[in-house]
Nanobody
Framework: VQLQASGGGLVQAGGSLRLSCAAS????????MGWFRQAPGKEREFVAA????????NYADSVKGRFSISRDNAKNTVYLQMNGLKPDDTAVYYC???????????????????WGQGTQVTVSS
């Protein structure tokens, strides 16, 4: 399984970015997908997740109302639309494939088994 994240960059506070994560080598449609982020000196934290069908989503409280996760199974791609960006959103963003049994938490990084290489998002004040 390979996950390739892209779309990061430098943006001013209040701006927007859309991250993409292209998957290959696995039945992408069958699994929930998640986005996590890690800022310098901090632990990796959950951002958002989406069910295999796209019908269910979850968000960290810090991004609710500003970020939106979606997926296109025909393109084997998951997206993270980020609006109203804040300097605190600065981090490396990672996409990941959920690998735990059904009903396990989407919020725990240890429940994801394949990770992309990360894409840097920097928000200036």
């Amino acid at each position: 399984v390979q996950l390739q994240a892209s779309g990061g960059g430098l943006v001013q506070a209040g701006g927007s970015l859309r991250l993409s994560c292209a998957a290959s080598g696995r039945a992408f449609n069958n699994y929930p997908m998640g986005w996590f982020r890690q800022a310098p000196g901090k632990e990796r934290e959950f951002v958002a997740a989406i069910s295999w069908s796209g019908g269910s989503t979850n968000y960290a409280d810090s991004v609710k109302g500003r970020f939106s996760i979606s997926r296109d199974n025909a393109k084997n791609t998951v997206y993270l639309q980020m609006n109203g960006l804040k300097p605190d959103d600065t981090a490396v963003y990672y996409c990941a494939t959920f690998g735990a049994r059904y009903g396990s938490s989407w919020y725990k990084a240890s429940n994801y088994n394949y990770w992309g290489q990360g894409t840097q998002v920097t928000v200036s004040s």
